[in-house]
């Protein structure tokens, strides 16, 4: 049975490799149809070679997690897919990217609507407004380039420092230090 939370500021959903979905679902999700699209609008941010993920679906609802407060995600790029149910309220917001939280920030509000995903830059502070009633589910999947992780930690901003850890960890590997991505322009592939 699942144990592990799904991250550290959700109480309720499920790790989904702790259900075996990575290498069946996942994976190939991230490699054939996600990768093509984030190399697109994220080359900057390594979308080209997004090779580690962590994946989970959080839940909110009215007796357990409401909300979500202002953070940045630990990866490049993350998708967010609303998985429905009945709700009501619980916009997400964005502020800038690597904005310092202030205690007025300036946010825009995105309506979180049932099948639908949106994906943004792991770095860009967000969260979830309250849900008003009902329950939502959302399926995270956090993007993770070795390459760009492995020369600046994007929580810490400092080079990594590597321990051994099971799965994909924290999307960083053990690597040469000229590993650098290449970068392609895209405009000439056309």
Not at 37 to 47: E, F, K, R, V
Not at 76 to 90: A, C, P, Q, R, Y
């Given at each position: ?35 093509p ?11 080209a ?46 502020g ?15 309506e ?6 949106l ?25 993770r ?7 600046l ?6 080079k ?19 590993d ?11």
């Open positions: 049975m699942p144990k592990g939370r799904p991250n550290t500021m959700n109480n309720y959903g499920v790790l989904l490799n702790e259900l075996g979905m990575d290498e069946t679902f996942i994976t190939p999700l991230r490699e054939k149809y996600l990768q699209i984030t190399a697109l609008l994220y080359p900057d941010l390594g979308g070679c997004l090779d580690s993920h962590k994946a989970f679906v959080v839940k909110y609802s009215l007796h357990e997690d409401l909300d979500l407060s202002s953070h940045y995600d630990n990866a490049e790029v993350t998708l967010n897919v609303s998985l429905g149910k009945d709700f009501t309220e619980g916009n997400l917001y964005f800038d990217f690597s904005q310092e939280p202030t205690p007025v920030p300036k946010y825009i509000e995105i979180h609507v049932g099948a639908q995903g994906l943004h830059r792991g770095g860009q502070i967000h969260g979830a407004l309250p849900i008003a009633s009902g329950e939502r589910w959302n399926l995270i999947i956090w993007m380039s070795s390459a760009i992780r492995n020369q930690c994007p929580m810490c901003n400092k990594p420092e590597l321990v051994e850890a099971e799965g994909f960890g924290d999307g960083f590997t053990e690597t040469l230090d000229d650098v991505p290449e970068t392609v322009n895209l405009c000439s592939l056309w």
